[in-house]
């Protein structure tokens, strides 16, 4: 976690107390409500989680979450105010308990930045040309109804108070890499006509991220096998702790090879909104927001691969749209190799390296190909796929957009290219 976070001096002062005495928590809490399960809690986006902060069930690297748990009670109405941050992508999640999406009376529990309506005299740059700033109000409320704008609803129906609840906003890609430079909404409890404003975090929240971790049990489920070096779109149960319901993926199971073998991974690259600024969606001419492909372990957490690197700095398993190298058919051509092939694979041209754990070198890998908010239009979509684990009904609704993985030896990449390393 970021360094530097504290908690309120009240919860410091009973933690305190309940060392030294040994009473007790309740016996020492403030007076609390009939209805306690749902108090205020003690600071807003207390949980921020990140490759390097909160590293769990395939995070990008170009992206950051901020988690804002709470406790269902039925009067209870979250409102969240807030600026459009200058980003690629920004959007509001809320989970049930469990960590799955859901929907109530046909309104769902995902709202993308272009769908949020802005205030009265603002402007949303996802909507029409606009600078970043324009304010936003969104609501958290057990009663929804389609149609309603910035509505998203607190739980399923028939979800008994005291169950766990949680917002989650995401941006991908803001403007110069800043994730602190982020504005965080803020956050009013309203209960029985009664607002609440909730005050921010001095900072991230490390007992609330260990809290989540254990009741979503992040720690604990070992991942499934998907299918051996061929791309499938798996089952959400297994990519589906807070999933983006924006975004779709394909995995495969990728082992490092040895020598000087690398594995290769090509296939047709979707047209996607450039940079790191809002722009209206969508956009004529254009398939996707954002695409990426990641290197992940099958470790409980699905940790994203972060290379901590001998000469300082760091190696993410990530490699964003931007980042990735297209020839001029619009091709991607990802080497996943070590990071000692990192030098000679760079000189090949039209390559993207992509790295292998340094940590876990003899790990087999989860690589995903993610697609994040596609047109209507784009039918080769990894939305378009079938969730069923199986390769061929992937590569029939993808077609070029298909990624192929292949073993390949990097003298002969670098002596014969891509096509020469991939053919047959």
């Not at 029409?128 to 509505?151: C, H, S």
């Not at 190696?315 to 020839?327: K, P």
């Not at 969730?387 to 292949?406: C, L």
Request: proline share 11%; hydrophobic share 40%.
């Amino acid at each position: 976690m970021i360094s530097g976070f504290t908690r309120p001096a009240f919860r410091r002062l009973k933690a305190a107390a309940v060392a030294m005495l040994g009473l007790p928590a309740v016996l020492l809490a403030a007076p609390q409500p009939v209805a306690a399960a749902a108090a205020t809690p003690d600071c807003a986006w207390g949980v921020f989680a990140s490759a390097d902060t909160l590293n769990v069930y395939y995070p990008d690297t170009a992206a950051a979450y901020w988690v804002q748990p709470y406790t269902v009670a039925d009067d209870l109405t979250i409102k969240l105010s807030g600026t459009y941050p200058d980003s690629r992508y920004m959007s509001f999640n809320v989970y049930k308990e469990g960590g799955g999406s859901f929907s109530v009376n046909g309104v769902g529990s995902s709202l993308p930045d272009h769908l949020v309506l802005p205030d009265a005299g603002s402007t949303n740059p996802w909507r029409e040309p606009a600078e970043p700033g324009g304010r936003y109000t969104v609501t958290v409320r057990p009663d929804v109804a389609p149609g309603q704008a910035n509505v998203l609803p607190l739980a399923p129906a028939g979800t008994p108070a005291g169950s766990k609840g949680y917002i989650v906003m995401r941006v991908y890609l803001p403007a110069g890499g800043d994730f602190s430079a982020v504005e965080l909404p803020s956050i009013v409890y309203e209960r029985g006509g009664v607002a609440q404003p909730v005050p921010p975090c001095e900072g991230a929240d490390t007992a609330a991220a260990d809290r989540m971790v254990t009741e979503l049990g992040l720690d604990q489920v070992a991942a499934r096998e998907p299918s051996t070096g061929r791309f499938a779109r798996p089952s959400l149960d297994e990519v589906g702790v807070f999933p983006n319901d924006d975004a779709a993926y394909l995995m495969a199971a990728v082992q490092p090879p040895a020598g000087d073998r690398v594995v290769v991974v090509r296939g047709k690259a979707p047209s996607h909104t450039p940079g790191s600024h809002p722009k209206p969606w969508p956009a004529e001419g254009t398939q996707a927001r954002y695409f990426s492909l990641c290197s992940n372990l099958p470790l409980p957490s699905r940790p994203v691969v972060v290379n901590e690197l001998p000469g300082g700095g760091k190696d993410y398993g990530c490699r964003s749209d931007d980042e990735t190298a297209l020839d001029a058919t619009g091709r991607y051509t990802y080497v996943i190799g070590r990071e000692a092939q990192r030098p000679a694979i760079g000189r090949i041209a039209g390559a993207t390296f992509v790295p292998f754990s340094l940590e876990n070198p003899a790990m087999p890998h989860r690589v995903l190909l993610r697609n994040m908010v596609v047109d209507a239009g784009f039918a080769e979509a990894v939305q378009r796929v079938p969730e069923d684990g199986n390769p061929d009904s992937a590569a029939a609704v993808m077609g070029d957009y298909y990624p192929t993985a292949k073993v390949c030896s990097l003298s002969s990449l670098a002596a014969a290219g891509p096509d020469g390393c991939t053919a047959g």
